[in-house]
């Protein structure tokens, strides 16, 4: 398994997050990746390489040019505020709902911040620039491998990407390295793409990406968004619109789902990603689905990621894994490593 | 002048809200009511009523059912979560931006209080619901005298109301009370209603409300939304929709925009308010277009408000006050007083 590293992952390094009406210390952070990183070399599953950096053009396919222009500036202008702010981070305290409107882009900053973003447990920091541009390369890097024969490629990279939108960051993600992905094999010729999102949160950027195309298929198992965050997406009745219908499927699992119930809806997954036909798979690896995991509420132990991998490689579709989420860290890198070799040794 | 009074305004008193990123004490508090309720007392300008209560369908001509729902129970469902957060304010966190659902209310109270607002510098406390209820009762008073005769209202509450949409509280507001008072007299037999606001901010939920009405003309006069709340709606492109076009009427002045300036917006509103014929006035009074206002950048002094009171005056219309925003306490009461005592003594 060749694995595409994000050496700079750690300059996105939140010192807080606003959960359920506190400031807390951040559940996304750089130990994430250095667990699965030290686990990685552990068990030597392949050569862990650092990406090319690809074009503003590249981004532009998936994003806006305003959102990512904000995004690239943000820091900056957030410390231009006020000196006092290169010790904080930016967070948005206001937001345009419905009957607002997005088409204008205000002056103000903090507007900014509310415009391009959907809760406020996202920090933007001084370095979050870099780490997500480097993991978006990361991502673009391990899918063109398969372009290049790679039967098997791994994203390891931070913060992660599945709630971005085109225009919107959320969730910890800031640009959606799943949907840059699949973008980016389309672009390089590919007719057909598949993602498949195993993170217990429902991918709300990726959905919404791709929402009205038939040329990406999008099949996602996640927690009932009534309960569990993104909360405004990821129903069972969204199935695409216009050229894209049929081609969105959620396979939403009530709040404490039995580990039965997952892996069922694994094979239902795994059934319409084989009725796609799709030349190659992203799969948005989150293993946040962990019985032990301090955000979710699945049951998943950590030799079930083996049968993840094991049954993902039986798909016999050259595949790129992205990191998304997982929060338990001591057992991240096992989690993680486990759906890789899965894959790896089913062959 | 008939005031109606809001006895439990001060059951509405937040803790703290987020402003530019960080926790502050509220602008937004009593002392402000009870400055214009101490003033108005001085100067003797007429009888101090409390209101009738108004029935819930009242209300709903206005907001949704749903959302009046979770305000009425959001205390309670806030406390439900944790008896911990009784002493702490409601604040959201996460948001349905572009692309995410607002059809389905999610079981998740934090994810509700996201859905139905529009920032976190709103605090819901333990008495939001009363005191923006008896508000709107005192709105709906305040309009239904005109319909009695009376030729000048005004409803002298707190929370204020004029961002709040039909299904979202924010800036301060959670019920609109100047639709509220609008909307009765059209239920009570009155064809056409026009609406001037003049506070500082642009009342972005009563434009949404009537946009695509031809029954209510809205008109503005505030700051550019580009740099100042409610930032994403406001602009002078917005003149109604639908049935509704030419009827909404924004004008929005620059940043530290000055008195005459201020005053030549006034003469363009008063023109649209005539040639639009209405059979009463509400008029949104915020005074945060206070030289002293601490939230503000225009410069009107303390004898300006009196000219404006005049100048309605002179539109010959029966005419309800409603009180908004204003959050230089001290100045507060003969600021609005002004205002009141000009309409009055210009006859
Ligand atoms: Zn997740
Ligand atoms: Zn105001």
């Known amino acids: 398994m060749l694995t595409f590293y994000n050496e700079l992952h750690s300059q996105h390094r939140g010192r807080h997050e606003f959960f359920r ?42 994003h806006t040019p305003r959102y990512l222009s904000f995004l690239r500036n943000a820091w900056s202008d957030w410390v231009a505020l006020d000196p006092a702010n290169a010790n904080k981070d930016a967070f948005p305290a206001v937001w345009p709902v419905r009957t607002l409107r997005a088409d204008i882009e205000p002056d103000n900053f903090c507007a900014k911040l509310g415009l391009y973003s959907m809760d406020s447990g996202t920090p933007i920091t001084s370095g979050t620039w870099t780490a ?49 992905a699949a973008q980016h094999m389309l672009d390089d010729g590919a007719r057909k793409i598949a993602i498949l999102d195993i993170d217990y949160h429902h991918g709300n950027g990726t959905q919404s990406i791709f929402y009205d195309r038939s040329d990406v298929l999008f099949v996602s198992i996640h927690a009932d968004p009534r309960s569990e965050y993104p909360f405004y997406l990821g129903h069972a009745d969204e199935t695409g619109h216009g050229a894209g219908l049929g081609y969105n499927v959620n396979l939403p699992l009530p709040h404490g789902a039995s580990t039965q119930a997952w892996f069922a809806a694994l094979e239902t997954a795994c059934l319409r990603l084989q009725m796609f036909q799709p030349e190659a798979l992203i799969v948005s690896l989150g293993v946040d689905t962990f019985a032990g995991d301090p955000l979710s509420h699945f049951g998943l132990q950590s030799a079930d990621y083996l049968r993840i991998g094991e049954r993902l490689s039986y798909l016999g579709l050259p595949t790129a894994f992205i990191f998304e989420g997982g929060y338990a860290v001591k057992e991240l890198g096992v989690n993680v490593v486990n759906v890789l070799e899965g894959f790896d040794t089913a062959l």
Do not use: W
């Not at 030597?44 to 650092?50: A, D, K, N, S």
């Open 132 to 180: 997500a541009k480097t993991g978006a390369d990361c991502a673009v890097n391990a899918a063109h491998a398969l372009r290049l024969g790679e039967r098997a490629t791994f994203a390891l990279t931070r913060p992660p990407g599945h709630h971005a939108g085109a225009d919107f960051y959320g969730g910890y993600c800031f640009l959606n390295n799943a949907a840059l």
């Open 21 to 62: 009406g506190e400031l807390v210390p951040c559940f996304e952070k750089p130990e994430r990746v250095d667990q699965v990183l030290a686990e990685l070399g552990r068990r030597g599953l392949g050569q862990i390489v650092t990406p090319h950096s690809v074009p503003p053009m590249t981004l532009e396919r998936v």
